[in-house]
């Protein structure tokens, strides 16, 4: 169970929180929010149903837009578009 953060891409990031309880996915796709750039993309993955909630009404106080969501068989991907 190690987090991790990489560049995936031109303006792509992945944020792999799998194994992560409230509320350390929320803070780490904050922490990774804001070291990627306005417009950037982020793959958040997480396996933490309850995380969901947290990690969009974060979303929506910053601007960030979830522009994919991806929830199937207990594990999540959703794209975050950093505001």
Known sequence: M???FN???DHEWELNVCGYTCPHPQMYTKKALQKIES???L???F???SSGESILAMCEAEGSDLIDRQDA???F????RKA
């Open 39 to 41: 417009g950037d993309v």
């Open 47 to 49: 396996d933490n149903p």
């Open 43 to 45: 793959s958040l993955k």
């Open 77 to 80: 991907v959703w794209k975050i």
């Open 2 to 4: 190690a987090m991790s």
């Open 73 to 75: 068989g207990g594990s």
């Open 7 to 9: 560049k995936t891409g």
